[in-house]
């Protein structure tokens, strides 16, 4: 079983950054790829972004060219570069990953964390 451990969320200012990042640990898995949700108050959670074990990545038409997704495959991490944040960006984002273990397939997500941006 993989779990999933958030980190860097936070309070930050209009025009801000921040960088979240996401570490994977258990054993004997294999990551497909991982990826950010993020879940505003009153709203449905909506995909950030994703990226695969091959490096391709897809965003949000709302974060993009804002927000760049990228992991360290060798330490099965995933982070989540924050530029140029907006009141919207208001949410808790939760880390997710695809693995396998075997020839099973799984998905596992974060606790979440709070990203709050200031007007």
């Known amino acids: 079983q993989v779990q999933l451990v958030e980190s860097g969320g936070g309070l930050v200012q209009a025009g801000g950054s921040l960088r979240l990042s996401c570490a994977a640990s258990?054993?004997?898995?294999?990551?497909?790829?991982m990826g950010w949700d993020r879940q505003a108050p009153g709203k449905q959670r909506e995909l950030v972004a994703v990226?695969?074990?091959?490096?391709?990545?897809n965003y949000a038409d709302s974060v993009k060219g804002r927000f760049t997704i990228s992991r360290d495959n060798a330490k099965n991490t995933v982070y989540l570069q924050m530029n140029s944040l907006k009141t919207e960006d208001n949410a808790v984002y939760y880390c997710?990953?695809?693995?396998?273990?075997?020839?099973?397939?799984?998905?596992?997500w974060g606790q979440g964390t709070q990203v709050t941006v200031s007007s």
């Open positions: 258990g054993s004997g898995f294999s990551i497909n790829a």
């Open positions: 997710n990953a695809a693995y396998s273990v075997s020839v099973w397939r799984y998905d596992a």
């Open positions: 990226i695969t074990s091959g490096g391709s990545t």
